[in-house]
């Protein structure tokens, strides 16, 4: 589903990214782990289109797709959740996934109705704006958000930084959900235990550089690599 290769990605002068290689299998839950400011936004950001890199490869579903536009990359069938969530404030909870909605076929994929499934608590405040909800439901709307795309690869930026751990258990149901519909995921994240819970293998990301690449139980049992890199 998602082969990326040596990838060189830079803000500016400052160089992020160094010779990043990651794998996702079609139906694969795989997370990308680090520390704050480690380069997992930015690698989300990169395979999106929103900071191309420089150098390296970018293969989704066997297309070479690097340096591409966002909105090339939704249509291609890539789906976003920002880890700043991205709301638009001003628009109610129906808006906001009704102007995501794309290539809805009755009884296949995502629309507002099983979102609203899928998400209960959103269903509740749909005439809701959106600058007015919690983090948590933001959190919620922005992954539906993502679902009305139809998506065949979703990238989940940070889902449950800023939660608190009611929220976060309660998020964690629904990704656990997501991913028995058999979506590929791939997955960045500070919090180690929600998701060992979600993901099939795991790379860890430092100083923009990948240090580890493994299997969930791999990274488990590597007491030393958790320490030196996730300070866990």
Request: glycine content about 12%; overall charge neutral; some cysteine.
């Amino acid at each position: 589903m998602l082969e990326v290769t040596g990838i060189q990605t830079f803000y500016g002068l400052s160089h992020i990214l160094f010779d990043v290689s990651l794998k996702v299998k079609a139906g694969e839950v795989v997370c990308l782990l680090g520390r704050n400011g480690a380069g997992k936004s930015t690698t989300i950001k990169s395979i999106m289109g929103i900071a191309p890199p420089k150098q390296g490869s970018i293969l989704f579903k066997g297309e070479e797709v690097a340096g591409k536009k966002p909105y090339i990359l939704a249509r291609k069938g890539m789906g976003y959740h920002p880890d700043d969530r991205r709301i638009f404030a001003d628009l109610t909870v129906d808006e906001n996934l009704e102007i995501a909605e794309k290539g809805y076929v009755e009884g296949e994929g995502w629309n507002k109705e099983r979102v609203y499934d899928f998400f209960s608590a959103l269903k509740h405040i749909r005439r809701r704006r959106g600058g007015v909800l919690s983090g948590g439901e933001q959190k919620m709307l922005a992954i539906g958000r993502a679902l009305m795309g139809n998506p065949e690869l979703l990238l989940l930026d940070e889902p449950t930084e800023g939660l608190a751990p009611v929220m976060v258990r309660a998020l964690e149901e629904q990704l656990l959900k997501l991913k028995e519909t058999g979506l590929t995921v791939l997955l960045a994240e500070q919090n180690l235990v929600a998701t060992l819970k979600l993901s099939d293998r795991g790379y860890i990301i430092d100083n923009g550089r990948i240090r580890f690449e493994g299997s969930v139980q791999e990274l488990r049992e590597n007491e030393e690599v958790r320490k030196k890199y996730l300070l866990i």
